[in-house]
Structures are given as structure tokens and as C-alpha cells.
């Protein structure tokens, strides 16, 4: 369509939109805008989490639409509730359920320790089976899950190798990206931008279609990682030799006794410590021959009780004074806390994708009455805090050093909130299952593959086969969801509705045509990659596709191109944001585990998001034509 007259049918649509009002034709476009501009803060500040922003900006265009106060947005209650509804919505949260229907049968675990037989102490093997691993299984079970999986093979890969888990975490989550690209099913961004492009090409993604360019982008961010990465990825954490070594906690951790005239003696430890205002956990008790863990609350103190406590210098001369206690002139190691029991008493936990506690503090969460473990340090990146912890909002990745019983940490490892960050060895795993989980993922593949059934279909029908044959419990299929994720693509889906009807995305379209000047079809292709993918690295990979796809279409008429084209262009683009935490989940993951600075990811991502461009582009361009 000339210039000309998509700018005649942008301001068309918009009169359509307001002229029952008897605003001026650019009020709804402007409107849409305005929302968007506000949910691109919310995105990337996370004042609240992003689920909860996209259910606001859902309510504000329905609130601004045809059914609400007033007409600007034309998007009315069945189409700002139509998220809900939406095949995408649906096929994602099946997906989440056949992803963990794999999980709980441990056949990733039992990868990874063939793999640890492979790669023992060499860094070039054991980064060449992370990436091996991860992006081919991230091709065929959601990449947010694989990594939340093999997570904790590779860090006890590392520290088994003597290597940094910093080296390898990283590229886990880049890798995990680009493995998504090689199916329909690899990623929630590749299943939404599937339903929005029926819109425009009159059908959806099929299962393999662009698998030849996920193929080449994978080679392409393999051989990278390989190389080039390899040096680039820095060395943030050590090799594990003591946890209490790598999270400093050489400062903080002490010993003290009760004095025979503490006025502590008789009161319980709740009354004489936990009550006040002194920042103080008290890590054990050690009362003769006998050492004891949380939880300690109710424990009556005695004259000659040793304490092991988490606190700063200028808090435990306060402590002294007040409760009569005596310092002991011996430091608190990992070994003394493991003392208690033969199992392992300290461990790293990393909060979830989904968690409960996400936005919540250790102390609104009550994590020490929950899980009756005391939380020595928070890692939060490159900061370590060991100080002032119980009232800090945890965010997805934080890894906080625990201590705790080993029945604490068995609760833990089952916990869908957290993520133990060692391989702890799981009875319940359904190892029997494991042919059976496998056999369900393959069928839904093959069906969606190979047959007309949808792919909604196909996966819910997988969804139901995990219960019917026993891989998962009814009841655990509600945790298999990210709600998050389902309620932040039900609260986005409205916004390219709103985008499209008020000519918001024609304008877009034109603006970036007009930028490309006479420039050829295949370096617009290669500018709304650009595009896509810097505005991904801000906010949510699905808020940026629903944005970019109408845009992406009306660009591609704009220019008399393949539609398809450059719709799968947007698609990788949303689907591999490389250079920053916050622009994709899988980094945001490893960003507490790997102890990485914001800038490691701009240093390691940007180069290879550089290499991306022109790859996807390029094979775009080849597969399938302009």
C-alpha cells in the first residue's frame, strides 16, 4: 500500500474509533499510546510484578472502550477478557503441565549425571554439554523450565570441575533461548506470536516451520558461546569450596556463650532474642554433647549455652551488653554447621519463576515458622547482603543462603516456590514414568506435527494423558503453572487488539518504513529485528511480541514483502533478548546463581545479539524469501 493511503486508512480508523464521541481522530491512537508508554515503565521498573501490570492495562482498555466510560481504545469486554480465552493461553499452560509431567519423572536428572561422567574437570566439555543439553531440550519443553531444571546439575557441574558456575550459567540461559526458536513449542512468545499471525496469514505457525532458521541461529549462538563467549563471560563466583566463603559470611557468622548471670537465663530464645529489635538469627544451639537446629524459638536458654549467630560487629556488642553473653574466640565454619547431622545443613536457594514470595519479604512471608530455617545471606547479582534481609521484596533469581535441618531441605527440593541449587537426590521422582512422559511429549509434537488437530488440542490432550497415566497427580497439575505467565499473556493480548483497531500500528509501520527510506525489503526485515529486540531486553518477550507483530504486518504491506517473513522476524527477535537481566526470565534466573552485574549481560549479550540480527535476518531472507 503507497504511503499515502495507509496514512489515510490509519486516520480513517481512528475517526471510526472517535467520532462517536466527537473527540478528534487521533484521540484513540494517542490513548493506546499513553497506555503503552505507562506499561513500558511498569515492565521495566516492576513497581508490581508484570502479571498484575497487564491485568491493570487489560482493565484500562476495556475501561476506555466501547463498554466502558468511553469509546477510545474499541476494545470492549469480550475482547479485553479474550486473553482468557485465547488458544495461546491455553496451548502455554498445557505446555507448563506436559513440561512438568517430565520433570517429576527425573529423566533430566538422570541426563545430567551421565553428563558429569563426561565433562569431569574440563570447562570446554562442560560448557559444550550445557549448551548441548539445554538447547535441543528447549526445543521440546518450555526453556523457562529447562533451565529451572538443569540449573542445579550445572552448578554442581561446575563445582565438581573446579569451575566457576558464573562460566556456565549464562550461556545455560542464552542457550535455553535459542533452543526455544528450533519448534512451536519451545517458547510462550513463539506459541502467542503463532495466534496473532492467523490474523494476518490466515493461519498459524506450523510445528517445524521455521525449525531451518532455528537450526542456523543455534549453530550461530553455539559457535559464540564456544568461542568468543567463552572469554567474555566472566569468573563472578568461585568454585565452591565453602559456602560461607562464598558469600562472605567470614564477618558475620560467631559464637557466643550465656554467662552464668545472663539475665537471658530461663527465657526462651524467642523471648530474649527474637523479640527485640537487634538484627541477630541465631544459626544453632550447642548445649554440651548435643547440637540443635530450628527450630529453636521455644528453646529455654541456659547458663552455658553456645550460640551460633548471623549478625553484624556493631549489633554483637550490643547483644553482649544486653543479654549477657560472652564472645567465644572461635569463628563458626561450614563444617561446625554441619555438625549437627551427617546431611547437609547449608544450602543455596534460588526463588522461583511464579513464586508466592515474589514481592513479599522473608518476614510477610514468615519463611522462618514456614520452613524452620534461617536465611544467612541474600544474593541479589553481584550484592551479597547480610544484613536487614527479613524486610527486602525477594525477585525471581535471588539465591539466599539457608540453613536448615535435612528434613528442611527435603521440603525445599519439593517446594515449587524455590529452587535448590545443588542436585539433591529425590525418592519421589516416578522413574518408571520416565518412557511414558517421554512417549506424551513426542505424540503431542507428532499430532500438532503431522495431523490437522490443533495445537491446543494436541497439548491439552498430553496434559490430561500425564494425569490419566500417573506421571503427575491431579493435584500437581495447578502447580505446573506459571500463573504469572498465563495471567501476563490473557493481560497483553487486549493491547494489540487496541494497537490494530486504532491505527496505532499503521502509523508504526509507516514511521519505520519512512526510517528505512528506499533501503531494500531485507534491511527493513533487519531494523524491525533491531527493534523488537531492544524493546524485548526492556519488557516482557510477550508484551513485545503482541506489540510488534501488528506492526510487523502492516510494515510488510508497507513494502509489498512477505508478510511471514516478517513476522517470524519479530518472533526471534522477542524470543533471544540477550543483553540484559529483566529482558528475559531464563536471565533473570541465573542472575543471583552466577553473582553477575547488570553490564555482563550488555558485554557477553550485545555481541551476540549483534551476530543475531544479521543471522536471523539473513536466514529469514533465505528460507523464506521477501
Given at each position: 500500500?503507497?504511503?499515502?493511503?495507509?496514512?489515510r486508512?490509519?486516520?480513517s480508523t481512528?475517526v471510526?474509533?472517535?467520532?462517536?464521541g466527537?473527540?478528534?481522530p487521533?484521540?484513540?491512537?494517542a490513548?493506546?499510546?499513553?497506555?503503552i508508554l505507562?506499561a513500558?515503565?511498569?515492565?521495566a521498573?516492576?513497581?508490581?510484578?508484570?502479571d498484575?501490570?497487564?491485568?491493570g492495562?487489560?482493565?484500562?482498555?476495556i475501561?476506555?472502550?466501547p463498554?466502558g466510560?468511553i469509546?477510545?481504545?474499541?476494545v470492549?469486554?469480550s475482547?479485553?477478557?479474550s486473553?482468557?480465552a485465547?488458544?495461546?493461553?491455553?496451548?502455554?499452560?498445557?505446555?507448563?503441565?506436559?513440561?512438568?509431567?517430565?520433570q517429576?519423572?527425573?529423566v533430566?536428572?538422570?541426563?545430567?549425571?551421565?553428563?558429569?561422567n563426561?565433562?569431569?574437570d574440563?570447562e570446554?566439555?562442560q560448557l559444550?554439554?550445557?549448551?548441548?543439553?539445554?538447547?535441543?531440550?528447549?526445543?521440546?519443553?518450555?526453556n523457562?523450565?529447562a533451565?529451572?531444571?538443569?540449573?542445579?546439575?550445572v552448578?554442581d557441574l561446575?563445582h565438581?570441575?573446579?569451575?566457576?558456575?558464573?562460566?556456565l550459567l549464562?550461556?545455560?540461559s542464552?542457550a535455553s533461548?535459542?533452543?526455544?526458536?528450533l519448534?512451536?513449542?519451545?517458547?510462550?512468545?513463539?506459541?502467542?506470536?503463532?495466534?496473532?499471525?492467523?490474523?494476518?496469514?490466515?493461519?498459524?505457525?506450523?510445528?517445524?516451520?521455521?525449525t531451518?532458521?532455528g537450526?542456523?541461529?543455534?549453530?550461530?549462538?553455539?559457535l559464540?558461546?564456544?568461542?568468543?563467549g567463552?572469554?567474555l563471560?566472566p569468573k563472578r563466583?568461585?568454585?565452591r569450596?565453602?559456602?560461607t566463603?562464598?558469600?562472605g559470611m567470614s564477618d558475620?557468622?560467631t559464637e557466643v556463650?550465656?554467662?552464668e548471670?545472663?539475665p537471658?537465663?530461663?527465657d526462651?530464645v524467642?523471648?530474649?532474642?527474637?523479640?527485640?529489635d537487634?538484627?541477630?538469627d541465631?544459626?544453632q544451639?550447642?548445649?554440651g554433647?548435643?547440637?540443635?537446629?530450628e527450630?529453636?524459638?521455644q528453646?529455654t536458654?541456659?547458663e552455658?549455652?553456645?550460640f551460633a549467630?548471623?549478625?553484624?560487629r556493631?549489633?554483637?556488642?550490643?547483644?553482649?551488653d544486653a543479654?549477657g553473653?560472652d564472645?567465644l574466640?572461635?569463628?563458626?565454619d561450614?563444617?561446625?554447621l554441619?555438625a549437627?547431622e551427617?546431611e547437609?545443613?547449608?544450602?543455596e536457594l534460588?526463588?522461583?519463576?511464579?513464586s508466592?514470595?515474589v514481592?513479599g519479604?522473608l518476614?510477610?512471608n514468615?519463611?522462618?515458622?514456614?520452613y524452620?530455617?534461617?536465611?544467612l545471606?541474600?544474593?541479589?547479582?553481584?550484592?551479597?547482603?547480610?544484613e536487614?534481609?527479613?524486610?527486602?521484596p525477594?525477585?525471581?533469581?535471588d539465591?539466599?543462603?539457608?540453613?536448615?535441618s535435612?528434613?528442611?531441605i527435603?521440603?525445599?527440593?519439593?517446594?515449587?516456590?524455590?529452587?535448590v541449587?545443588?542436585?539433591v537426590?529425590?525418592?519421589?521422582f516416578?522413574?518408571?514414568k520416565?518412557?511414558?512422559?517421554?512417549?506424551?511429549?513426542?505424540?503431542?509434537?507428532?499430532?500438532?506435527?503431522?495431523?490437522p488437530?490443533?495445537?491446543?488440542?494436541a497439548?491439552?490432550?498430553?496434559a490430561?494423558?500425564?494425569?490419566?497415566?500417573?506421571?503427575?497427580?491431579p493435584g500437581e497439575?495447578?502447580?505446573a503453572?506459571?500463573?504469572?505467565?498465563?495471567f501476563?499473556l490473557?493481560g497483553v493480548?487486549?493491547l494489540?487488539?487496541a494497537?490494530?483497531?486504532?491505527?496505532?500500528?499503521?502509523l508504526v509501520?509507516?514511521?519505520?518504513?519512512?526510517?528505512?527510506g528506499?533501503l531494500?525489503?531485507?534491511?527493513?526485515l533487519?531494523l524491525?529485528?533491531?527493534?523488537?529486540?531492544?524493546?524485548?531486553n526492556?519488557i516482557?518477550?510477550?508484551?513485545?511480541v503482541?506489540?510488534?507483530?501488528?506492526?510487523?504486518a502492516?510494515?510488510?504491506?508497507?513494502v509489498?514483502?512477505n508478510?511471514?517473513a516478517?513476522l517470524?522476524?519479530?518472533t526471534?527477535?522477542?524470543?533471544?533478548?540477550?543483553?540484559?537481566p529483566?529482558g528475559?526470565?531464563t536471565?533473570?534466573?541465573v542472575?543471583?546463581?552466577?553473582?553477575?552485574?547488570?553490564?555482563?549481560?550488555?558485554r557477553?549479550?550485545?555481541?551476540l545479539?549483534?551476530?543475531?540480527?544479521?543471522?536471523?535476518?539473513?536466514?529469514?531472507w533465505?528460507v523464506?524469501g521477501?
Amino acid at each position: 500500500m503507497p504511503g499515502g493511503d495507509l496514512l489515510r486508512a490509519v486516520h480513517s480508523t481512528a475517526v471510526l474509533q472517535s467520532v462517536a464521541g466527537g473527540l478528534p481522530p487521533w484521540a484513540g491512537m494517542a490513548t493506546v499510546f499513553g497506555l503503552i508508554l505507562v506499561a513500558l515503565v511498569l515492565f521495566a521498573t516492576e513497581p508490581v510484578p508484570i502479571d498484575i501490570t497487564a491485568i491493570g492495562l487489560m482493565v484500562a482498555l476495556i475501561l476506555l472502550g466501547p463498554d466502558g466510560l468511553i469509546d477510545l481504545t474499541g476494545v470492549g469486554v469480550s475482547d479485553g477478557l479474550s486473553g482468557f480465552a485465547s488458544t495461546a493461553t491455553i496451548t502455554v499452560l498445557a505446555m507448563f503441565i506436559l513440561s512438568d509431567g517430565v520433570q517429576r519423572t527425573g529423566v533430566v536428572q538422570l541426563l545430567g549425571a551421565r553428563i558429569v561422567n563426561y565433562t569431569r574437570d574440563s570447562e570446554s566439555r562442560q560448557l559444550g554439554a550445557t549448551i548441548g543439553v539445554v538447547g535441543p531440550l528447549s526445543g521440546f519443553i518450555n526453556n523457562t523450565a529447562a533451565v529451572a531444571i538443569l540449573l542445579p546439575m550445572v552448578t554442581d557441574l561446575a563445582h565438581e570441575g573446579g569451575t566457576s558456575p558464573s562460566k556456565l550459567l549464562m550461556p545455560l540461559s542464552y542457550a535455553s533461548m535459542f533452543g526455544g526458536t528450533l519448534t512451536l513449542i519451545g517458547t510462550s512468545t513463539n506459541i502467542l506470536a503463532s495466534e496473532l499471525a492467523v490474523e494476518y496469514i490466515g493461519r498459524p505457525f506450523g510445528m517445524f516451520e521455521f525449525t531451518a532458521v532455528g537450526v542456523l541461529v543455534s549453530i550461530a549462538g553455539t559457535l559464540y558461546l564456544l568461542t568468543v563467549g567463552r572469554y567474555l563471560v566472566p569468573k563472578r563466583i568461585r568454585a565452591r569450596e565453602d559456602l560461607t566463603e562464598e558469600f562472605g559470611m567470614s564477618d558475620y557468622l560467631t559464637e557466643v556463650i550465656v554467662r552464668e548471670d545472663s539475665p537471658a537465663i530461663g527465657d526462651t530464645v524467642q523471648q530474649a532474642i527474637g523479640d527485640t529489635d537487634f538484627d541477630v538469627d541465631i544459626v544453632q544451639l550447642i548445649r554440651g554433647e548435643a547440637v540443635f537446629l530450628e527450630p529453636l524459638g521455644q528453646k529455654t536458654i541456659r547458663e552455658g549455652d553456645v550460640f551460633a549467630v548471623r549478625t553484624d560487629r556493631d549489633t554483637l556488642v550490643d547483644l553482649l551488653d544486653a543479654e549477657g553473653f560472652d564472645l567465644l574466640p572461635t569463628s563458626v565454619d561450614e563444617a561446625e554447621l554441619e555438625a549437627a547431622e551427617p546431611e547437609q545443613n547449608l544450602v543455596e536457594l534460588v526463588v522461583a519463576p511464579g513464586s508466592s514470595l515474589v514481592g513479599g519479604s522473608l518476614a510477610s512471608n514468615n519463611f522462618r515458622g514456614r520452613y524452620d530455617a534461617t536465611v544467612l545471606a541474600l544474593r541479589r547479582g553481584p550484592e551479597v547482603l547480610h544484613e536487614r534481609m527479613d524486610h527486602i521484596p525477594l525477585r525471581v533469581g535471588d539465591t539466599l543462603l539457608v540453613q536448615a535441618s535435612a528434613d528442611s531441605i527435603e521440603r525445599f527440593s519439593n517446594d515449587r516456590e524455590f529452587i535448590v541449587a545443588a542436585e539433591v537426590e529425590r525418592p519421589q521422582f516416578r522413574r518408571s514414568k520416565m518412557p511414558v512422559a517421554v512417549a506424551i511429549v513426542a505424540g503431542v509434537v507428532a499430532v500438532a506435527a503431522l495431523t490437522p488437530l490443533s495445537i491446543v488440542v494436541a497439548a491439552l490432550a498430553g496434559a490430561l494423558a500425564m494425569v490419566l497415566t500417573g506421571c503427575l497427580a491431579p493435584g500437581e497439575i495447578y502447580d505446573a503453572v506459571q500463573w504469572d505467565v498465563i495471567f501476563l499473556l490473557a493481560g497483553v493480548i487486549p493491547l494489540g487488539i487496541a494497537l490494530e483497531r486504532t491505527g496505532g500500528a499503521a502509523l508504526v509501520a509507516e514511521a519505520l518504513v519512512a526510517v528505512a527510506g528506499t533501503l531494500p525489503a531485507v534491511a527493513v526485515l533487519g531494523l524491525l529485528y533491531l527493534v523488537t529486540a531492544a524493546l524485548t531486553n526492556v519488557i516482557s518477550n510477550n508484551a513485545a511480541v503482541v506489540l510488534m507483530v501488528p506492526v510487523a504486518a502492516q510494515a510488510a504491506v508497507g513494502v509489498g514483502a512477505n508478510t511471514l517473513a516478517f513476522l517470524l522476524a519479530v518472533t526471534f527477535a522477542a524470543s533471544t533478548a540477550f543483553m540484559t537481566p529483566v529482558g528475559y526470565q531464563t536471565n533473570l534466573f541465573v542472575y543471583g546463581p552466577g553473582g553477575y552485574r547488570f553490564t555482563d549481560y550488555i558485554r557477553v549479550g550485545g555481541p551476540l545479539q549483534a551476530v543475531f540480527a544479521v543471522v536471523t535476518t539473513a536466514g529469514i531472507w533465505a528460507v523464506f524469501g521477501l
